[in-house]
């Protein structure tokens, strides 16, 4: 894309009305050619992943709320070993799971969802994509 | 920031309330240590300006619309010679104002925006702060 590309304005709702399937995202917006912004539709959940290479930033839009279970690091905090907590996020919320932190999204209702990361990650990022 | 530090999830509508000066943004998260994210409050005309080094990425959280008026690069539609015109935002829409491209957020009602670029870009680009 040339830096004097003007692309037209994206309505997140219109795109999220389009998806019919949880955990697949769809592409809205790329900023500097490097950081992906993706909107998608969660329910139920996922496998617990990690992206080794890039922090992933949650925004939840609609529905909810959804849970983000995440590992913390082994000897991040002091004696605590892989301690497990779960991050509940409502509309409004802004969350960054930081690379190398296991996570697993949990949803029981479904949640819409803005999710932002280096260009290209696997949504799954060391896991096999499903 | 360490990679593997862990922060709290942000509220927008609650940082948001706390904002009472249009066009001042405050930060809310960090990606990657090199993409910030800010919200705002908007109303009113700001300034023509231009951020030479970084896209700028506009999401509509409330209220508007906002008006993004754009003055296309000169060259880049064949003969005309930067044309101007008014991108309409409401509620949901996501907009990037590519870098090296001219523009002016205006706002005839409040509006309340997330605002991503390259961290530590200036709100006014290539203007001087106000």
Not at 59 to 72: A, D, K, Q, T
Request: no cysteine.
């Amino acid at each position: 894309m040339s830096s004097s590309t003007i692309l037209p304005k994206i309505s997140l709702p219109t795109i999220l009305s389009t998806i019919t399937t949880h955990y697949k995202p769809k592409m809205v917006s790329l900023l500097n050619d490097t950081v992906e912004f993706r909107v998608s539709k969660l329910k139920g959940d996922f496998i617990w992943h990690t992206h080794e290479s890039t922090d992933e930033l949650f925004y939840v839009i609609s529905g909810g709320p959804l849970h983000m279970g995440i590992r913390h690091p082994v000897g991040s905090e002091g004696s605590e070993v892989g301690r497990e907590e779960t991050v509940v996020l409502e509309v409004g919320d802004m969350f960054v799971v930081p690379k190398g932190v296991q996570h697993q999204p949990r949803a029981e209702n479904e949640v819409s969802v803005m999710v932002v990361e280096t260009a290209g990650e696997s949504t799954t990022g060391n896991q096999v994509d499903r």
